[in-house]
């Protein structure tokens, strides 16, 4: 599912993460649940939740003012 569809009902806090940690290897246990809450992946791989177009948007196109 493509990031736009779900990045506007992630928690504030799972943005914060992602935007500071922009690339990271690894995603914390809340971040993971929070995307999935959203609406996002959750595949059995926590490093493979998010692609590099993922985190491309979240780079460049996430406001943060949400």
């Known amino acids: 599912m493509e990031i736009f569809m779900w990045w506007l009902d992630l928690d504030l806090a799972s943005k914060e ?3 500071e940690n922009l ?3 690894e995603l914390p246990l809340p971040v993971l649940q929070g995307i999935a809450e959203a ?5 059995g791989n926590p ?3 998010l692609d590099t177009a993922d985190w491309d948007f979240i780079q ?3 406001e943060f003012v949400d």
């Open 47 to 49: 490093a493979a939740v």
């Open 60 to 62: 460049t196109q996430s």
């Open 23 to 25: 690339y990271a290897a």
């Open 17 to 19: 993460w992602l935007r």
């Open 39 to 43: 609406g996002g992946p959750h595949p």
